[in-house]
């Protein structure tokens, strides 16, 4: 099982975004611990740095065996936590308490076209294209049967021509439908980045070693 973490600074200042890094690595340490695989998948910088950050993103992954219980540790981390320190850029600053983000994202599932779920129909081509289009079944429908897309392809002089064109326009839609779906998952991660809720924490940390009360 594989699960997308986002943590988010919800547009919150330096020390919002230093937390978020704080986060990033207790997340993966906490994960490794569990014995399972956890990767960066993307991380947005804030203007300080590395060391802060606006935004991150990991996948984690269990096998079947911990499936249910990365799902359970996964969705309790879902809400607004708090990180209680002292500014590290505004030593000054009266504020101590600095809000973060944590939420699930949709696994973004790319469609794979398996050329056996695929059925080749031959049909009359129409349209101009001379005689030999005109007389001949060498047009040929291309229909993928999981996500019912459909393609055809009649310019090519034989069937085995046109089986492969009706394959690649196939791909083609099955490689759109996909790009739909990711820019579906970055809206619905930027809809969060920007709903993070204050005052009802979930988890506390306090001090730079970010330590869990």
Known sequence: MQMLIQITSGRGPAECQRAVSHMLRFLTKEAQRQGWSCDLVEAEAGPRGKDCLLSALIEIEAGDADAAKLRTWSLELCGSHLWVCRSPFRPTHARKNWFFGVSLLPSVDEIRLDPR????????????????????????RARWLPGGLVAQASGERSQTQNRRVALARLQ?????RNAD????????????????????????????EFRRC
Not at 186 to 192: K, L, T
């Open 172 to 176: 083609s839609l099955v490689d759109a």
């Open 181 to 208: 779906s990711r820019v579906c998952a970055h809206q619905q991660a930027w809809q969060e980045h920007n709903e993070l809720e204050r005052g009802q924490a979930l988890l506390k940390f306090t001090g730079e």
């Open 117 to 140: 779920e695929v059925v080749f129909e031959a049909c009359r081509a129409s349209g101009p294209g001379g005689q030999h289009v005109n007389k001949t079944d060498s047009a040929i």
